[in-house]
């Protein structure tokens, strides 16, 4: 059975840090493309980071600078190093597994960035 669970949400201050992780089971993690989604209230999800199974990265313009998007394939595991966190980051912010073939998702895990 495949799961992907993200964890390291929760509430920051404007220009704080966090980092979220995510754990995938039942699949071969390293054929896998891997990426952040979020959504905010009232917005349609949007990719944040994705990473290839290679390597590759590539962000929206809006993080470019600030996340940074890393896996490790021995622990099958992808992070999403948010850094500068904005009011504008709140979200749920969801992991995805995809091969082309397959496609998983979290339930999500809930950023607040508010003072």
């Known amino acids: 059975q495949v799961q992907v669970v993200e964890s390291g949400g929760g509430l920051v201050q404007p220009g704080g840090s966090l980092r979220l992780s995510c754990a995938a089971s039942g699949i071969i993690f390293s054929i896998y493309a891997m990426g952040w989604y979020r959504q905010a209230p009232g917005k349609q999800r949007e990719l944040v980071a994705a990473i290839t199974s290679g390597g590759s990265t590539n962000y929206a313009d809006s993080v470019k600078g600030r996340f940074t998007i890393s896996r490790d394939n021995a622990k099958n595991t992808v992070y999403l190093q948010m850094n500068s966190l904005k009011p504008e980051d709140t979200a749920v912010y969801y992991c995805?597994?995809?091969?082309?073939?397959?496609?998983?998702w979290g339930k999500g895990t809930l950023v607040t960035v508010s003072s």
């Open positions: 995805n597994a995809n091969n082309n073939i397959a496609d998983y």
